[in-house]
């Protein structure tokens, strides 16, 4: 069975033989949904990869949340792949649609065996495992996989 990749809040990023997705329809190969209206319109593990470059810090929802419905909707060993501007960087500051400011250190929250997973994990029942961590050029890029599916 061929692979369900979900390009989350593509923008221009049109690729071919995945889903793009963008909060309107401004391409005839976007699929439109709000990403601040949950659950999000995709069926419990049906995607395989999730990729959201600088997507998660326009929301109106909180990070938690929106990683709740990644969980939710990504198959079990299914790798959800997050840019997102550091706190830090200037860039984060001028675009007047970023909502939310985060360190490095806040997917540590999701992970339970990270010191911020170990001291909050009241937080989210939803575990997802760091695979790769990378910050540069004042981003972070992420890997998640989940836990528990």
């Known amino acids: 069975m061929k692979p369900t990749n979900l390009n989350l809040g593509c923008g221009l990023d049109i690729r071919e033989g995945w889903i793009n997705h963008d909060k309107v329809k401004h391409n005839k190969h976007i699929s439109a949904h709000n ?8 069926g419990e593990s049906t995607i395989d990869r999730i990729d959201a470059i600088s997507v998660f ?7 938690i949340t929106a990683l709740n419905e990644c969980w939710r909707i990504i198959v079990p060993k299914g790798i959800l792949h997050i840019k997102y501007p550091l706190f830090t960087s200037p860039f984060v500051h001028n675009d007047p649609t970023h909502r939310w400011f985060w360190s490095e250190y806040v997917v540590d929250f999701v ?12 937080y989210t029942p939803y575990k997802w495992q760091i695979a790769h961590k990378n910050t540069s050029d004042r981003n972070c890029w992420v890997n998640l996989i989940p836990r528990g599916k």
């Open 111 to 122: 992970d339970p065996t990270t010191k911020y997973g170990k001291q909050a994990p009241y």
């Open 57 to 63: 810090e326009h929301l109106e929802i909180d990070l």
């Open 35 to 42: 990403l601040n209206i949950t659950p999000w319109p995709w």
